[in-house]
């Protein structure tokens, strides 16, 4: 008899639950529902969000400093940002302390990087 309340009591939380999930969720995105980006702005709000990786490095040496600066490369039309970019991407490799080489995990999809890190290596 006990049990079969706390049953009903727990189906009921879960029921209740579930229901305010709905409702929240259907509450928020009927409001919230954008066009979808063009090219160009996407491109804007990948720059940003790469860019403020960097920023936010304060001119320190990271894995995630470089993969910002690769994922602008092809982002970049300018020549001159272009070069700026790329220098900034050897100069950011180079101050990489051997500890930081020798620990630098790689993703599956991320070559290039482990042919920079090793390049840089030999330096």
């Known amino acids: 008899m006990l049990s079969s309340i706390f049953v009903r009591f727990k189906t009921g939380l879960s029921y209740t ?11 928020t995105l009927t409001g919230q529902q954008q066009q ?3 090219p160009a702005e996407k491109a804007q709000v990948e720059m940003k969000q790469f860019q403020k990786v960097i920023d936010d490095a304060n001119g320190q040496a990271s894995l995630d400093v470089i993969r910002a600066y690769i994922g602008l490369e092809p982002l970049i ?10 220098d ?3 100069l950011t490799l180079t101050k990489l302390t051997p ?6 995990v790689i993703k599956a999809d991320e070559k290039y990087i482990t ?3 090793r ?5």
């Open 88 to 90: 900034d991407t050897w």
């Open 119 to 123: 390049f840089t290596q030999h330096l």
């Open 36 to 38: 979808p980006l063009t």
């Open 77 to 86: 039309t300018d020549p001159v940002l272009h070069q700026q970019n790329i």
């Open 115 to 117: 042919r920079l890190v």
């Open 99 to 104: 500890e930081q080489r020798r620990s630098v």
């Open 17 to 27: 639950a579930i229901l305010s999930a709905l409702i929240m969720s259907g509450c």
